[in-house]
């Protein structure tokens, strides 16, 4: 049986819509969840994890386009001052001419023995081969936008503020694209990949379709009663399941080798919430199995034998990818010269690409040695979070399926959620922190077979993750757990004055480490506060809210934009950090501003500087 459902066995029906879903699999994932890769094993000392045994795990082949461009890339990062350099902008470039062309063309430039080549033949290089990057994307004005939505932030009665909602609303016309007709045409010309209908993008230099950033521009699309916008998301992150078997990272050719949190059936959900499509329900639940069945492959999955004999299957980040990113191909071979060896530069390299598959790309929270960027071990880390949206999702299939009418895989779906809930408990809950925690793999262990259960694998360190599950309702419905989780979240130091930071560490050059915040921390945290029925649970989620709103206002009128992360120790600054300079737009940042605004309101004589 190819899905493991928590050591559950699925009524004839499920099993009968799951097998018939993987007969229309490409063959690839056919041969992924026939066999399950060795992992990379598991360590808390600073010690290389990448020095025993061979990287054997799966890869998806790229195309042709992503590898010459890498060598385009490769070429810019030597010509250029790494200050001025994002390599995101040559992989995303597409082709004039044909690749063979191009690639001959290339060749007899004159270069110097480390590749590089005068700045004025590479620009004269790039003018007359390629388009610039960005130009595969149209704009297209949203089909529902007006420019103040009847009904829209009812609880909003500050003018100020109000005036400033209207104007972060307004952004979702600057965000919205569609794939030009060339994409369509002429793939191979392209690394942006062809989708259905229009969709929204994070915005700056993430100019494609992001999966998991999707879950909360819909929430905001939803505050600005955008319902079909919302629902062509939807169908675009679809596309993509039906075509690859999982929804990608983004929309892009060298993105195929990963997929991102799972969120798409919190975003069915969301919009069926609002609108009672019963028509959407039903063409996303056969995908949102399909989607379920690439989480519970074995490549995703571990099992771990607790305390009372019982066996817990349990999912991981693995991304079928051991070569370096080809988004960032020039800077993660320059983190891999350390290396001695290519068995573990490829080791490495999935462990880049997995955390990447996180959204958490990069923080301390998957890295052994936080000081050594290089100690990534993001595959032996059972995630808290992402297994909290597992958790959803089994939630939403139950619902959906309940909805159409296929009760016994409503039935199923909702045993499999009580079953994970009791995994919950056992391996990631911490009574002493009062929170949930990551999950360590051991070294040695066979990957077939379950690994017992220890307490000092659990990552007793505070990252905001460990506070995700509350966003789900099997948690945030009991209050006495809320009540500790909520004092604990109060006491962790992660509370600041604009948010909720990411973690404790200042590492420095981490972007998703303190003093960094991200919007969907905030919301996952907050909503989950706000849903439960403890008076101090959703005063501090009020007050959590209102700080990311001021925090999120200041910024905005200092700067004029939406940021991608924002600094929570200072109130009105953005964030720093990473290997991309800070990004504005934004997708989410705009979603979770406009949902908290919906949720919570500003009273008129409410003032919303800092001071």
Known sequence: ?????????FHSTVIYHLLSLLSERPPHLLSLLSERPPMAAANHSPSSPYSCGKDSGPVIPTTSLVTFLERIQETAFQTYERSKFDHKDFIDLSLKFDLSTTVKAFDEISKTENGSVSTKDFEEFIGKWFKSAGEDLVYVEPMDFETEPHGFLPKVENPEVRAWALEVHGLWKKLSREVSSSVHDHPELHTLLPLPVPGMIPGSRFREVYYWDSYWVIRGLLASKMHETAKAIVTNLISLLDTYGYVLNGARAYYTNRSQPPLLSAMVYEIYNRTGDVDLVKKALPALLKEYQFWNSEIHTMIIHDAENC??????????????????????????????????????????ASTAESGWDFSTRWMRNPSEFTSLSTTTILPVDLNAFILRMELDIAFFAKIVGEDAIAEDFLTASHTRKKAFNSVFWNENMGQWVDYWLNYGAEPKEPQTWEAQNQNQNVFASNFVPLWIDLFNSDTPLVEKVTRSLQSSGLLCAAGIATSLTNSGHQCRDFPNGWAPIQHMIVEGLWRSASIEARKVARDIAERWIRGNYVAYKKTGTMHEKYNVEKCGEYGAGGIYR???????????????LEEFGWPKDQNIDCN
Request: no cysteine; net charge positive; proline share 5%.
């Open 311 to 352: 066996n817990h299957s349990l999912n991981r980040y693995y991304a079928m990818w051991n070569k370096p990113r080809p988004e960032a191909s020039a800077i993660d071979k320059r983190f891999a010269s350390k290396f001695l060896n290519v068995n573990e530069k490829q080791k490495f390299y999935r462990e880049l």
């Open 582 to 596: 800070p990004q504005t737009g934004f997708g989410w940042s705009n979603g979770v501003v406009l949902t908290f």
């Open 1 to 9: 049986m190819f899905i493991r459902l928590n050591i559950l066995f």
